[in-house]
């Protein structure tokens, strides 16, 4: 089965896109996934290795829509419809939800990070910089635990 990435949120579409890494997606996954509302909430052209489908149980999404927003809530329920994917969210309230069900997850800096160890960026300081200037909080301890882990530090 190949490793697909769910993107929540649009965050992750938005960080990589004002960051230039977008491409970083393809790179490091089989298979890149989104929902139509992820789709709809990004708001621009999505590159055509991109796949968007559609959630099947729209009733669960919108159980998840009582506490996270449209677009976490039918990624949520799309990774639980396709079972064995990796999803992508940096929302706290929707990776405590992901979490509570079990699903496998990352963030927008640990796709970084993994692009970084698996050589495909030669460092992840310039990123992490960047993602400061577009309004991508990040904590400043994450940082430099993060640039401790990559040996940039």
Do not use: H
Not at 12 to 27: E, M, N, V
């Amino acid at each position: 089965m190949p490793n697909i990435a769910v993107i929540t949120d649009t965050s992750c579409l938005i960080a990589l896109t004002k960051t230039d890494a977008i491409d970083l997606l393809r790179q490091l996954y089989d298979e890149v996934v989104i929902t139509e509302d992820i789709l709809a909430e990004f708001g621009e052209p999505i590159p055509e290795w991109i796949k968007v489908k559609s959630v099947t149980n729209k009733n669960y999404q919108l159980l998840l829509e009582g506490a996270l927003d449209r677009g976490e809530s039918s990624a949520i329920a799309l990774s639980i419809e396709l079972g064995d994917v990796l999803l992508i969210i940096d929302d706290l309230k929707g990776r405590k939800e992901a979490k509570r069900l079990g699903l496998k997850i990352t963030g927008t800096l640990g796709l970084l990070f993994n692009a970084k160890k698996r050589g495909f960026i030669p460092a992840l300081k310039p990123y992490l910089d960047k993602l400061q200037t577009v309004d991508f909080r990040i904590s400043p301890v994450i940082v430099t635990e993060l640039l401790t882990l990559s040996e940039e530090l």
